[in-house]
């Protein structure tokens, strides 16, 4: 048995503290760049529509697009 599971242990004995943080800023695309301009649109397209899961991918698809 470990001390975070004990009953009566700080935290409720439920385990290790959660640290939550703020989500991140969207990421600007790069100028001139088609695919970031592209993900951009379809990003203000999903959020319109509530699609949080979309924006994120598009998000993704911004930063981690290589540029060369």
């Not at 790069?30 to 998000?59: M, T």
């Amino acid at each position: 048995m470990t001390y975070d599971s004990k009953p009566g242990a700080p935290g409720g004995g439920q385990g290790a503290a959660v640290h939550v943080t703020l989500p991140r800023l969207d990421p600007e695309p790069v100028p001139g760049c088609p695919r970031c301009a592209g993900a951009a649109a379809r990003r203000a397209v999903r959020r319109r529509a509530g699609d949080l899961s979309g924006v994120s991918d598009c998000n993704v698809d911004i930063r981690h697009h290589p540029h060369t």
